[in-house]
């Protein structure tokens, strides 16, 4: 059974490494912005690129599923 599900196993698997990253590199930024006392515009700035680069691999991941739906991949 678990050489069935290999493929599935390692997308689940590698999807949980990009959200852990993703949260761990915003609480690592969080606590130097507030060591560092860095305006809130500038807090805002950080947090709005790192959305983006988030939001890059969400819709990578969107893409990606509807094209194998499709045929396309």
Do not use: R, T
């Not at 809130?40 to 790192?50: R, T």
């Amino acid at each position: 059974m678990l050489a069935e599900h290999f493929a599935l196993i390692e997308k689940i698997g590698l999807n949980l490494f990009f959200v852990f990253i993703f949260v761990f590199i915003g609480l690592s930024i969080h606590d130097i912005m507030k060591k560092n006392d860095v305006p809130k515009m500038g807090q805002y700035v950080v947090y709005f690129v790192l959305f983006l680069g988030c939001a890059g691999f969400i819709a990578k991941g969107v893409i990606q599923f509807i094209w194998e739906n499709q045929g396309l991949g």
